[in-house]
């Protein structure tokens, strides 16, 4: 794929940033399939190359975000440097045979996808007219999920359209008696976290924010934070996939917690908007953790 | 009944297939909070927070040796032989 990839670049002069999961399968499987879709793939992104010589680098700083609705999507990312902005999408990574151009050019990409088939997945690229930036694919909504009210799901107007609404500060704090861990039975890590295998990378990446000294004492920590943040109402929001987001403003820790709240990671942030960044509606965790 | 192999994702940095969930939701745009095992990005961390590009991430990646990162989690079978 990569030798491929490079010849694809040499023919147009342009590079070509792969970040895609339907894109790059395991070598291994090389199967017609496999074959058929790296050809298709490879024609999109030579019509995308061809006669284009001497691009400067375009690279996504950010997204790119999905909102879907059962027949329309908005596909928003941003670039780090100006730049125009076109998506390919289709039914799979080997048919994306419709396109659509954001209206102007810059570093803040908004394309609206219209005559989508409520509760079908479609593939997308997105990039410039020269770069293929980044593939992934994403599911209309079917029209009764549309009918919950859920705000991701209202209809799309018309472009432009805004970046997706971020909730800013959530349940107010209220003054309770202090939080006492000490009366905790804190369950073992491989029943608390998510992925056990994965918790000793966790750990060694952020236990130091918590001077944790073990792995386990690090998830320990990240099931009581959950606890504290319930009994100080700390600010907490869930997202549509039941994706927990807990964060405490005077600390700085941040936790993310599946939909059975165990825990996917817990860190402190560098960025002081981080967690205002992040998906999700404001959740009471009164209302969620036992 | 057969145990059914846990689907994998291609990481959008080292274009390994070692996820176990999407880098970043395509519903929510949230990233998934994994490490990945072979490079070691934290997507939805070294991204959002520290604002690294997948670019940037894989070229110090690549720069570094390209070497498989987890020391707990170890490579799928053949992983060596793809790189
Ligand atoms: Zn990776």
Redesign the pocket.
Known sequence: MTEELASVEGAGGAQVTSATPGHDRPRDSAKVGDVNCLRVLLTVMAIWCLGLPGVSAVEISRGPLVQPTPTNAVIQWTTDTSAGGRVYFGLSVKQMDRRANADAVGTEHSVVLTGLKPGTTYWYTVGTARLALATNSFTAPGLSEARTESPAARPVVSAPVVRPEVTKSVVPPVAKAAFDPSKLQVPPARQTWGAPRSLADHFERHGADFAARTADDYAAQAWIFLRRAKAEGLPAKRDEEGVLRVYDPKTRAFASYNRDLTTKTYFKPGRRDYFDDQPGQPVDLNKLVP | MPKKASPTFV??????A??TEPARSAKTGGGSFEI?P????QHGVDDDDKGITHAQARAA?RKAGAKWTSKTQPPPKGWAKTR
């Open positions: 990481c959008p940095v080292c274009e390994s070692v996820l990945c072979c490079c070691g990005f990646w």
